[in-house]
């Protein structure tokens, strides 16, 4: 299982970012996916989750209406759409799936919001 993680960068507050997470080594349509993120000095947490059949979404408060978690079968990709960024959203974030008994992550991609 391989999840790779792009997208991430500097950007100002108000802005938008895509983060994308390619995966290989499972079956991608099968499983739920997420996305976590982790601030310095604080534990990680999960910002969205999206179902096997992508229809149905969670998300943490603080992203609600400015985060849109989505997926692609066909390209086995999952993707992260933020907007209207702040600078509390600043940390690493991560691609997450969990498989039988284990969960698998990527190396994360760091976003960063500062004027």
């Known amino acids: 299982v391989q999840l790779v993680e792009s997208g991430g960068g500097l950007v100002q507050p108000g802005g938008s970012l895509r983060l994308s997470c390619a995966a290989s080594?499972?079956?991608?349509?099968?499983?739920?996916l997420d996305w976590y993120r982790q601030a310095p000095g604080k534990e990680r947490e999960l910002v969205a989750d999206?179902?096997?059949?992508?229809?149905?979404?969670i998300y943490l408060d603080s992203v609600k209406g400015r985060f849109t978690i989505a997926r692609e079968d066909a390209k086995k990709t999952v993707y992260l759409q933020l907007k209207s960024l702040k600078p509390e959203d600043t940390g690493v974030y991560y691609c997450?799936?969990?498989?039988?008994?284990?969960?698998?992550w990527g190396q994360g991609t760091q976003v960063t919001v500062s004027s």
């Open positions: 080594g499972f079956t991608f349509r099968q499983y739920t």
């Open positions: 997450r799936v969990f498989i039988l008994v284990r969960e698998y």
């Open positions: 999206i179902n096997s059949a992508g229809n149905s979404t």
